[in-house]
């Protein structure tokens, strides 16, 4: 505790930027990720449009659940992006970790 009484602790403060630099990072990377499942997305589209890769029943099965599997991504990364990025400010992480605490 800093002079006075009323001060933050400096672990506190370096603490504060760790977290916050881990958020950004995670934020940032699934974003990223968020960008590569859009992109095998609509490559797979693609495929379902060649006759001769749409007839094939082995490609098409794989085509579908590589689809769905891009598109689960895309929904799990939109929830993450969207719950964590509120999280960047260590009071609402707190409370949230008080929450979930047992």
Not at 6 to 27: I, N, Q
Not at 36 to 42: F, N, R, V
């Amino acid at each position: 505790v800093g002079p006075g009484g009323g001060g933050v602790s400096p672990a506190l403060v370096r603490f504060k930027y760790s977290w916050e630099a881990f958020v950004d990072s995670l934020l940032r990377e699934w974003k990223t990720l968020n960008l590569t499942s859009a992109l095998l997305a609509s490559g797979i589209l693609t495929t379902f449009q060649v006759p001769e890769m749409s007839d094939d029943p082995l490609t098409h099965t794989a085509a579908l659940l590589s689809l769905i599997c891009a598109i689960m991504s895309l929904s799990y990364g939109c929830v993450f992006i969207v719950r964590f990025g509120a999280m960047r400010s260590m009071g609402k992480a707190s409370r949230w970790a008080e929450v979930r605490v047992f």
